[in-house]
Structure formats: C-alpha cells, structure tokens
C-alpha cells in the first residue's frame, strides 16, 4: 500500500506542474494575441481583457520583455492625476519569419514580422525550366542568405508553400503535377539551409490561415478559401482550424467536373475538370488558340489586351470567371461554409467579380446569397509570400517560448 500511494503522490505533482505549464502557455499566447489584434495596450487593460490578476499580467509580460518579444511605449497620461499608463506592443523589429513560395515559374521569398506584415521587397528566382527540389531549395537558400546579410533581426522560422498535395506533417510534397514533383521530401532537403524552425504545407491551406490571422476571415469560423492561379485548390477552415483531411486531400478541387466543355485537355487525362477550364494556364492556352495572345506571353499580356479594349480578351476572362463560381457553387453547396473568400488571379479585374457571383447563384441551391457570401481576399500581391510565413507564425503564437 505504501508503494502505491507512493507512486500516486508522485504522479500527482507531475500532473499539476503539467496543468500549471499549460495555463502559462495559454496565458501567455492569449496576451500576445490580444496585442495582435488590439496594438499598443497598457497591462492594466490587458489584465481586463484577459481576465487576468494584474500580478499574473506582469509576470507574464515581464518574461516576454526579457525574451524581446514586447516592448514599452511613450506612457499614456493617466486620469484625475494617476500614474501613466505604458502601452507594451510586439517587438515587430527583433524578430522575422522567412516565407517561400514556390510556384510554376519561380520562387518568391520575402521576410514578415510578426504582425504578418511584409519587412520589405521580396525577391524572385527564375526557375526556367529547372525545377529539381534540390536545386530550388538551393536557390532559395542562397536568396535567404543574401536578404537576412544586413538584416539584425532573429529569424525564428521558415515556412514553405507550394501547390498540390503536401503532408505537412513531415514536410513532404505528395505530389505537384505542374512542377513534376511526387514525395519530395522538402524537410530532408532543406535541412540546415534555412533558418529556424521549417513549416512545409500546401499553399491554399497556408492562404486560408492567414486570411484567418490577418485577412478577411479574422472573425469568420468556417470558411472556404478558393485560390485560382496556375493551379486551382481550397483551403477548408472549420471552427477555426485549418481542415486537411486524410492523406492531406482536402480541398483538392482542380478536377471538379464542370459544364463547359474544356478547350485544353486535362493533365489528368479527363475533360472539363475545372483547372483545365479555370486556371491561368488554360485561360493562356486558349487564348493563344483563339489567336488573342502570341505563344510565349502570360495572362497579364491578356488582362491587359481586356482592359485595353480588346473584347474577344475580355470576354475569355469573364467566362473563365463564370468557371470559377460554377466550381464555388459546388463546393459551397457541398460544405456550407459562413464565408466564401476568393484569391487569385480573377480579382485582377475586380469587376469579373460579378460574373463569379452571378454564375455561382446561378448554380448553387435555392436562397444563395452571392453577394454576400463570395468576397475578395483582403492579402495583396505578397500573400503566398505571407502565407507561407504565416505556417510558422501560427505555431509561434501557440506557444512563442518554444521559438527564442
């Protein structure tokens, strides 16, 4: 009986320093949050905010000033001639997320803070034609080296986008039909070529969380991020987490069977699949077909030939934006999500947003509110950039003692 209650003393104390180490981590994620989303705000508010003893609170934020992740502003007068109130807020200049995105033609990589914001330019590498992982990884690397040179702020991750299917978990792109890709084992590549901790994951699941963190979907709990470039995929969010789905399939939606009949025929040996009618690709190829556009040249020589007047060019992207909310018509009625948020290249003529509406109430079921239900993403040009830092960034601000 002694050894028993021996071992059950022992455990006991475990499990409660255990509870006490979760509580912190809680707390201590909770604040960096609050200031994530309010700014500037002094600890009495945020003990209010938190509910927190103001003890707790500046326990709390005393370990994150020493860690150099909060840092103290001008004070705030106080009223009827009390103490000044001093505002604490992330320290966004002492530490960086490193973003890569990898995409048919090139690879952009850019440095953001922690608020997700861009540091600065980005910078490009040209893959033409050679698209060995090795060799892109390398490149990549080089880049990185050549942006942090000057940079004095500690880099605490990197994170790796890329179409297809891609296991996050263990770091490994399953497969990417445009870049020739299958099981590349980015993490084992990569190891000890970029800084910090290494995050790999799909770009539309990487997309979707950070129009969850910092985009149009910051109070939005299930949503469908529809992204539409050289390849076609859905990020899935439900009650706020990221959906992937078993072996990483979700939101694969490249080869939903669509009405119109597809001009270009589909990797996949099948015809009208929504990335052979809606991607940019396909929307090039045809245009080259219908003698709008010289081989060679890109969709932005097609936007511009539409917006410059060019009827047959405006008329090969409307239609293609009428694809597109056919495939959202799909999907919605599949899901049901709260929020339908587009990115992509259709946006680049914002009023082709009408013609993703009006196709999409025209498919979906009855009472379909499309006006209300598809919105543009609220992520610039740099998003995939954002995003895939973003994968590091929300792993930071679960638990940031974990990174410095």
Same mark, same amino acid.
């Given at each position: ?11 006991e104390?475990a ?12 707390? #201590? ?38 860690a ?8 705030l ?19 960086h ?14 440095l ?12 490009? #590498? ?58 590349v ?9 970029f800084?910090?901790?290494l ?13 969850m963190w ?11 991020? #529809? ?74 020589d ?15 992207l ?7 909310g ?26 082709h ?18 006006d ?7 992520l ?11 994968s ?13």
């Amino acid at each position: 009986m002694t050894r028993i209650a021996t071992r059950e003393t022992g455990v006991e104390p475990a499990r409660m320093a255990a509870g006490r180490s979760d509580v912190r981590r809680h707390n #201590v994620a909770a604040l960096l949050r609050v200031l994530l989303e309010h700014g500037p705000t002094p600890r009495v508010d945020l003990a209010r905010m938190l509910s927190l003893g103001s003890g707790t609170t500046t326990r709390i934020t005393g370990e994150l000033t020493k860690a150099g992740l909060l840092r103290e502003l001008p004070g705030l007068v106080g009223g009827a001639g009390g103490r000044p109130r001093v505002p604490l807020d992330l320290s966004t200049d002492r530490f960086h997320v490193v973003g890569i995105h990898v995409g048919l033609r090139w690879t952009t990589i850019g440095l953001v803070d922690l608020r997700g914001s861009l540091v600065d330019q980005t910078m490009r #590498v040209e893959h033409d034609g050679r698209l060995d992982p090795s060799l892109v990884v390398r490149e990549a690397s080089q880049a990185i080296e050549q942006m942090t040179a000057k940079s004095p702020a500690r880099i605490i991750g990197t994170g790796f986008a890329t179409g297809g299917r891609v296991d996050s978990r263990h770091g490994v792109v399953r497969a990417h039909t445009l870049l020739g890709w299958t099981d590349v084992d980015v993490a084992a590549i990569a190891d000890g070529q970029f800084p910090g901790k290494l995050r790999v994951d799909s770009t539309e699941r990487a997309l979707a969380r950070a129009e969850m963190w910092f985009g149009a979907a910051l109070k939005v709990p299930n949503f469908l991020h #529809v992204y539409v470039g050289n390849v076609i995929g859905a990020g899935i969010v439900v009650d706020r987490r990221v959906y992937h789905g078993r072996d990483e399939g979700a939101g694969d939606i490249a080869h939903l069977p669509l009405s119109r009949p597809a001009l270009v025929p589909c990797q996949c040996g099948r015809s009208g699949c929504a990335t052979s009618v809606a991607s940019d690709l396909a929307i090039v190829r045809r245009a080259e077909r219908e003698g709008v556009l010289l081989p060679g040249h890109l969709l932005g020589d097609l936007i511009a030939k539409a917006k410059a007047g060019d009827r047959l060019a405006d008329y090969l992207l409307r239609d293609r934006a009428r694809a597109v909310g056919e495939s959202i018509a799909i999907v919605h009625d599949m899901m049901a999500p709260d929020q339908v948020i587009l990115f992509g290249t259709p946006l680049r003529v914002p009023e082709h947003l009408a013609e993703v509406r009006a196709e999409a109430r025209r498919w979906a079921r009855s009472g379909f509110d499309a006006d209300r239900m598809i919105t543009p993403s609220a992520l610039d040009d740099n998003a995939p950039v954002i995003a895939a830092a973003t994968s590091v960034l929300d792993r930071f601000y679960a638990d940031p003692f974990a990174f410095v």
